[in-house]
Protein backbone atom coordinates (compact mmCIF):
# COMPACT_ATOMS: atom_id res chain seq x y z
CA UNK A 1 0.00 0.00 0.00
CA UNK A 2 1.33 3.80 -0.71
CA UNK A 3 -0.51 6.33 1.02
CA UNK A 4 0.70 9.80 0.29
CA UNK A 5 0.68 12.21 3.80
CA UNK A 6 -0.06 16.42 3.11
CA UNK A 7 -1.30 18.79 5.84
CA UNK A 8 -1.81 22.76 6.04
CA UNK A 9 0.59 23.35 9.37
CA UNK A 10 3.80 22.81 7.18
CA UNK A 11 5.96 19.93 6.73
CA UNK A 12 7.94 20.65 9.46
CA UNK A 13 4.89 20.77 11.92
CA UNK A 14 4.91 17.94 14.75
CA UNK A 15 1.57 16.75 13.90
CA UNK A 16 2.92 15.46 10.07
CA UNK A 17 5.83 13.83 11.40
CA UNK A 18 3.78 11.80 13.86
CA UNK A 19 1.39 10.65 11.62
CA UNK A 20 4.08 10.11 8.79
CA UNK A 21 5.82 7.85 11.15
CA UNK A 22 3.33 6.04 12.40
CA UNK A 23 1.54 5.34 8.99
CA UNK A 24 4.82 3.38 7.77
CA UNK A 25 4.02 0.97 10.07
CA UNK A 26 1.61 0.01 7.63
CA UNK A 27 2.28 0.70 3.80
CA UNK A 28 5.33 2.95 2.16
CA UNK A 29 4.31 6.48 2.82
CA UNK A 30 5.50 9.56 0.44
CA UNK A 31 5.42 12.78 2.46
CA UNK A 32 4.81 16.31 -0.01
CA UNK A 33 3.41 19.08 2.27
CA UNK A 34 3.80 23.18 1.87
CA UNK A 35 7.15 24.81 2.97
CA UNK A 36 5.01 26.60 5.50
CA UNK A 37 1.86 27.48 7.74
CA UNK A 38 -1.00 27.40 5.32
CA UNK A 39 -3.99 26.69 7.52
CA UNK A 40 -7.26 28.25 6.23
CA UNK A 41 -6.36 28.05 3.06
CA UNK A 42 -9.35 26.44 1.65
CA UNK A 43 -9.09 24.94 -1.71
CA UNK A 44 -6.85 27.23 -2.92
CA UNK A 45 -4.81 25.78 -6.53
CA UNK A 46 -1.59 28.39 -7.41
CA UNK A 47 -2.06 29.62 -11.07
CA UNK A 48 0.20 32.76 -11.10
CA UNK A 49 3.33 31.87 -10.01
CA UNK A 50 5.54 28.99 -10.23
CA UNK A 51 5.40 26.00 -7.62
CA UNK A 52 8.76 24.90 -6.78
CA UNK A 53 10.25 22.27 -4.80
CA UNK A 54 12.36 20.59 -2.24
CA UNK A 55 13.50 17.70 -0.65
CA UNK A 56 12.67 18.17 3.18
CA UNK A 57 15.35 16.74 5.99
CA UNK A 58 14.45 15.87 9.33
CA UNK A 59 17.20 14.84 11.58
CA UNK A 60 19.55 14.98 8.70
CA UNK A 61 17.56 12.34 6.67
CA UNK A 62 14.91 12.83 3.54
CA UNK A 63 11.74 13.02 5.21
CA UNK A 64 9.50 14.29 1.94
CA UNK A 65 8.97 16.85 -0.46
CA UNK A 66 8.18 20.64 0.72
CA UNK A 67 5.98 22.67 -2.31
CA UNK A 68 6.01 26.38 -2.07
CA UNK A 69 2.29 26.35 -2.49
CA UNK A 70 -1.31 25.27 -0.91
CA UNK A 71 -2.21 22.28 0.54
CA UNK A 72 -4.34 21.50 -2.22
CA UNK A 73 -1.03 22.10 -4.86
CA UNK A 74 0.80 19.68 -2.86
CA UNK A 75 -1.18 16.71 -3.07
CA UNK A 76 -2.30 17.45 -6.75
CA UNK A 77 1.55 17.99 -7.98
CA UNK A 78 2.60 14.88 -6.16
CA UNK A 79 -0.18 12.77 -7.62
CA UNK A 80 0.36 14.12 -11.38
CA UNK A 81 3.48 14.92 -11.53
CA UNK A 82 6.28 13.79 -8.47
CA UNK A 83 4.97 9.87 -7.53
CA UNK A 84 5.91 7.59 -10.05
CA UNK A 85 3.56 5.20 -8.49
CA UNK A 86 -0.18 4.84 -7.90
CA UNK A 87 -1.35 6.29 -4.48
CA UNK A 88 -3.83 4.13 -2.62
CA UNK A 89 -4.64 6.22 0.24
CA UNK A 90 -4.11 10.51 1.18
CA UNK A 91 -4.04 11.35 4.76
CA UNK A 92 -4.04 14.85 5.94
CA UNK A 93 -2.99 16.27 9.20
CA UNK A 94 -2.74 15.84 11.65
CA UNK A 95 -3.75 19.23 12.09
CA UNK A 96 -3.02 21.49 15.34
CA UNK A 97 -6.48 22.73 15.81
CA UNK A 98 -10.15 20.97 14.99
CA UNK A 99 -11.78 21.19 11.95
CA UNK A 100 -15.63 20.59 12.59
CA UNK A 101 -18.60 22.36 11.24
CA UNK A 102 -18.71 25.33 9.15
CA UNK A 103 -14.78 25.65 9.65
CA UNK A 104 -14.13 22.57 7.12
CA UNK A 105 -14.80 24.68 3.98
CA UNK A 106 -11.80 26.87 5.07
CA UNK A 107 -9.43 24.51 6.05
CA UNK A 108 -6.55 23.43 4.33
CA UNK A 109 -6.30 19.88 5.82
CA UNK A 110 -9.64 19.22 4.98
CA UNK A 111 -8.91 20.50 1.14
CA UNK A 112 -5.91 18.53 0.87
CA UNK A 113 -7.86 15.25 1.21
CA UNK A 114 -11.09 16.47 -0.98
CA UNK A 115 -8.24 17.34 -3.83
CA UNK A 116 -7.22 13.14 -3.07
CA UNK A 117 -10.66 12.42 -3.54
CA UNK A 118 -11.02 14.55 -6.61
CA UNK A 119 -8.44 12.74 -7.56
CA UNK A 120 -10.11 9.40 -7.57
CA UNK A 121 -7.89 8.46 -3.96
CA UNK A 122 -9.52 7.27 -1.24
CA UNK A 123 -8.84 9.98 1.41
CA UNK A 124 -8.63 11.22 5.32
CA UNK A 125 -7.98 14.60 7.21
CA UNK A 126 -6.93 14.35 10.60
CA UNK A 127 -7.02 16.97 13.33
CA UNK A 128 -6.62 17.11 16.98
CA UNK A 129 -8.79 19.55 18.51
CA UNK A 130 -6.00 21.76 20.30
CA UNK A 131 -3.75 24.60 19.72
CA UNK A 132 -1.54 23.87 22.89
CA UNK A 133 0.89 21.54 22.73
CA UNK A 134 -0.04 17.80 22.66
CA UNK A 135 0.91 14.43 22.27
CA UNK A 136 -0.28 13.71 18.60
CA UNK A 137 0.14 9.49 19.03
CA UNK A 138 -3.55 8.85 20.15
CA UNK A 139 -4.59 10.89 16.64
CA UNK A 140 -1.57 8.71 14.62
CA UNK A 141 -2.45 5.20 16.08
CA UNK A 142 -6.39 6.20 15.30
CA UNK A 143 -5.49 7.59 11.82
CA UNK A 144 -3.52 4.11 11.51
CA UNK A 145 -6.90 2.08 12.11
CA UNK A 146 -9.09 4.27 10.03
CA UNK A 147 -6.73 3.81 7.14
CA UNK A 148 -6.99 -0.37 7.53
CA UNK A 149 -9.83 -0.07 7.67
CA UNK A 150 -11.06 2.55 4.75
CA UNK A 151 -8.13 0.30 2.82
CA UNK A 152 -10.74 -2.70 3.51
CA UNK A 153 -13.57 -1.28 2.71
CA UNK A 154 -13.06 1.78 0.55
CA UNK A 155 -15.86 4.37 0.18
CA UNK A 156 -17.90 6.14 -2.39
CA UNK A 157 -16.51 8.15 -5.25
CA UNK A 158 -16.29 11.83 -3.78
CA UNK A 159 -16.58 11.09 -0.11
CA UNK A 160 -13.92 11.67 2.10
CA UNK A 161 -13.58 11.47 6.27
CA UNK A 162 -13.33 14.35 8.26
CA UNK A 163 -11.42 12.95 11.42
CA UNK A 164 -11.54 15.26 14.97
CA UNK A 165 -9.51 13.32 17.55
CA UNK A 166 -10.37 15.48 20.86
CA UNK A 167 -7.12 16.29 23.24
CA UNK A 168 -7.69 14.89 26.35
CA UNK A 169 -5.25 11.66 27.70
CA UNK A 170 -6.27 8.52 25.89
CA UNK A 171 -7.55 6.53 28.82
CA UNK A 172 -10.93 10.13 28.82
CA UNK A 173 -11.72 9.13 25.34
CA UNK A 174 -14.93 7.58 25.15
CA UNK A 175 -15.22 5.77 21.78
CA UNK A 176 -15.67 6.84 17.96
CA UNK A 177 -18.71 8.60 16.48
CA UNK A 178 -19.89 8.48 13.25
CA UNK A 179 -21.10 12.33 13.19
CA UNK A 180 -22.36 15.08 10.83
CA UNK A 181 -21.11 18.46 9.70
CA UNK A 182 -22.06 20.56 12.61
CA UNK A 183 -23.08 24.53 11.35
CA UNK A 184 -21.41 26.25 14.32
CA UNK A 185 -18.85 28.86 12.85
CA UNK A 186 -16.21 31.21 13.87
CA UNK A 187 -17.42 34.18 15.52
CA UNK A 188 -15.01 36.93 13.89
CA UNK A 189 -13.16 39.77 15.24
CA UNK A 190 -10.67 42.21 13.67
CA UNK A 191 -8.21 43.55 15.67
CA UNK A 192 -7.18 47.21 14.50
CA UNK A 193 -2.91 47.18 15.23
CA UNK A 194 -0.53 49.82 13.95
CA UNK A 195 2.36 49.09 12.92
CA UNK A 196 6.20 50.31 14.28
CA UNK A 197 5.30 53.69 11.28
CA UNK A 198 2.29 53.81 12.33
CA UNK A 199 0.22 52.35 9.60
CA UNK A 200 -2.99 50.63 10.25
CA UNK A 201 -3.83 46.87 9.82
CA UNK A 202 -6.18 44.16 11.00
CA UNK A 203 -5.47 40.89 12.28
CA UNK A 204 -8.41 38.53 12.36
CA UNK A 205 -9.34 36.59 15.94
CA UNK A 206 -12.32 35.23 17.33
CA UNK A 207 -13.62 31.97 19.14
CA UNK A 208 -15.43 29.29 17.86
CA UNK A 209 -19.61 30.05 18.28
CA UNK A 210 -20.92 26.74 19.45
CA UNK A 211 -24.80 27.15 18.18
CA UNK A 212 -25.24 23.09 17.42
CA UNK A 213 -27.88 21.40 19.72
CA UNK A 214 -27.68 18.04 18.05
CA UNK A 215 -25.12 15.48 20.02
CA UNK A 216 -24.06 13.69 16.45
CA UNK A 217 -22.75 16.51 15.21
CA UNK A 218 -18.82 16.85 15.05
CA UNK A 219 -18.45 19.87 17.52
CA UNK A 220 -20.54 18.34 19.99
CA UNK A 221 -19.35 14.75 19.74
CA UNK A 222 -15.35 16.05 20.60
CA UNK A 223 -17.03 18.33 23.36
CA UNK A 224 -18.42 14.87 24.78
CA UNK A 225 -15.16 13.65 24.59
CA UNK A 226 -15.32 11.09 21.22
CA UNK A 227 -13.36 11.09 18.17
CA UNK A 228 -15.61 12.33 15.49
CA UNK A 229 -15.56 10.80 11.79
CA UNK A 230 -17.85 12.40 9.60
CA UNK A 231 -17.95 11.49 5.82
CA UNK A 232 -18.31 14.65 3.84
CA UNK A 233 -18.55 15.20 -0.16
CA UNK A 234 -17.38 18.01 -2.33
CA UNK A 235 -21.12 17.48 -4.23
CA UNK A 236 -22.35 21.26 -3.26
CA UNK A 237 -25.69 21.36 -5.09
CA UNK A 238 -28.95 21.42 -2.97
CA UNK A 239 -31.12 19.00 -4.53
CA UNK A 240 -34.38 19.75 -2.64
CA UNK A 241 -34.18 23.80 -3.77
CA UNK A 242 -32.83 22.47 -7.28
CA UNK A 243 -36.54 20.70 -7.26
CA UNK A 244 -38.27 23.80 -5.77
CA UNK A 245 -36.44 26.48 -8.51
CA UNK A 246 -37.51 23.94 -11.47
CA UNK A 247 -41.13 25.72 -10.92
CA UNK A 248 -39.60 28.90 -10.93
CA UNK A 249 -40.25 29.89 -14.82
CA UNK A 250 -36.74 31.62 -15.39
CA UNK A 251 -37.47 31.37 -18.66
Not at 94 to 116: F, L, R
Not at 177 to 206: C, H, M, N
Request: net charge negative.
Amino acid sequence: MHILVCNDDGIDAPGIYALAQELKSIAKVTVIAPDRQQSAVGHAITMQSPLRVVEFRKDGEFFGYAVKGTPADAVKLGVKCLLQEPVDLCVSGINHGSNTAINIIYSGTVSAATEGTVLGIPSIAMSLTTYAEWDFGVAARFAKKLALEVMKRGLPPGTLLNVNVPAVPEGEIKGVKVTKQGISSWADTFDRRRDPAGREYFWLTGTMDVTDTDPETDQLAIQAGYISVTPVHYQLTDEVQRGVMQGWGLW
